[in-house]
């Protein structure tokens, strides 16, 4: 079982949609909790970060943290054709610097 | 220009062959990071590194070799490149501190045939 997992999708969406993308981890010792954005052909990205539980907005974007379920959540409102790209999840533990990255989901907005 | 690099963004290179993939960064971050990433895996760590002459083996290592001689260059060498290290490689750096957020070079596609 990897320790971090995501849907791989595609999930597509028409262009004003709430997205919703999510994974779930395995280790309860994870405590940084991350979305990076991937354009085709490009480097991810860091999006939002979190740490430990809660929630985080950043314009569109809310990141949100359950540590009791373990599941990482992202929404995007108000979703928009530049939105589309590979979202991955991340997560590490106090004092690593050793990211574990799910296997990213593929989003795509129809404009 | 400030940031990172990776060259070269294109190889092809057949099995058996020494492959050397280089990462330069401008900004003087500690921590620099090779992964690779593979359909239906995503990202994974191959080596890292927290600071010049300080390397460690992160989730894939077998079959790569890594130095760090100075802050601002990591190149990694595949020693003898294998088939299954086809892939987009990645580097990464990182400074020390509360937040967490490295910052990835555009990749390498690497082929080996």
């Known amino acids: 079982q990897k320790e971090v997992e995501q849907d791989p999708g595609p999930l597509s969406v028409p262009e004003g949609a709430i997205v919703s993308l999510n994974c779930t981890y395995s280790n309860s010792a994870f405590q940084y909790f991350m979305w990076y954005r991937q354009y085709s052909r490009k480097g991810p990205e860091l999006l939002m970060y979190t740490y430990s539980s809660g929630n985080k907005e950043d314009g569109r974007f809310t990141a949100q943290v359950d540590k009791s379920s373990k599941y990482i959540s992202l929404f995007i409102r108000d979703s928009q054709p530049s939105d589309s790209a590979t979202y991955l999840c991340?997560?590490?533990?106090?004092?690593?610097?050793?990211?574990?990255f799910g296997s990213g989901t593929r989003l795509l907005v129809r404009p | 220009d400030a940031g990172i690099t990776q060259s070269p963004r294109y190889k092809i290179t057949e099995t058996g062959r020494q492959v050397t993939l280089m990462c330069h960064q401008t900004w003087s971050h500690s921590y620099m990071f090779w992964y690779r990433q593979d359909l239906g895996h995503g990202l994974r760590l191959i080596y890292y590194s927290a600071a010049a002459d300080i390397t460690d083996k992160g989730e894939v290592p077998d079959g790569y070799v890594v130095s760090r001689s100075k802050t601002e260059n990591f190149p990694l060498t595949l020693e003898s490149a294998t088939r299954s290290q086809t892939s987009v490689y990645f580097c990464?750096?990182?400074?020390?501190?509360?937040?967490?957020?490295?910052?990835f070079g555009p990749g390498t596609r690497l082929t080996v045939t």
């Open positions: 990464a750096s990182e400074i020390t501190g509360q937040r967490r957020e490295q910052y």
């Open positions: 991340a997560s590490e533990m106090d004092s690593s610097y050793k990211l574990i």
